[in-house]
């Protein structure tokens, strides 16, 4: 290969977004008003940003709130096909208690709604690939670990 020939490499885009629980340890999930699927709070990281700064910022954006971001629980390399490559960070959002949840508002009108649903009716609520990635993230935060995922989809050591 020339010095003036360029091997290509990837260039994802990235975004975050945080996993909230109620006190009957119930996950949170939102409706965007720009997709037909439930999904939790978070969107896309801009320049000059941080994961973590984009999931405080998409949280205070969406919900109107600002309770402490925990630790990471998921990174998913999660190419789409129409939207190009994308990792997706999972930050631990905590347990909201019902002081909080009173506060929630739509600040930015890219959500109509929040539900509570139990972490096992994901695959009736979300896309495939969302469901596997909060049940991925719901198990790592029980476990106190990180998890790397690839669709969704914990990948075999060795």
Do not use: N
Request: hydrophobic fraction near 40%.
């Amino acid at each position: 290969m020339s010095d003036q020939e360029t091997v290509p490499f990837a260039q994802a885009r990235a975004a975050a977004g945080a996993l909230f629980f109620d006190e009957a340890g119930h996950v949170l999930f939102v409706r965007p008003t720009y997709k037909s699927h439930m999904d939790i709070p978070g969107g896309y990281v801009e320049p000059g940003e941080t994961p973590h700064q984009a999931c405080v910022r998409e949280v205070r954006e969406e919900l109107g709130i600002q309770p402490a971001i925990g630790r990471l629980l998921v990174v998913d390399w999660a190419p789409h096909p129409q939207e190009g490559d994308k990792v997706l960070f999972v930050f631990d959002g905590g347990t909201l208690d019902s002081e909080v949840i009173k506060q929630i508002r739509f600040a930015d009108r890219e959500l109509s709604a929040y539900e509570f649903h139990r972490v096992d009716e994901s695959d009736d609520l979300l896309i495939e690939r969302l469901a596997r990635r909060i049940k991925a993230a719901a198990t790592a935060r029980a476990r106190g670990e990180t998890v790397y995922l690839e669709h969704g989809r914990a990948v075999p050591a060795g």
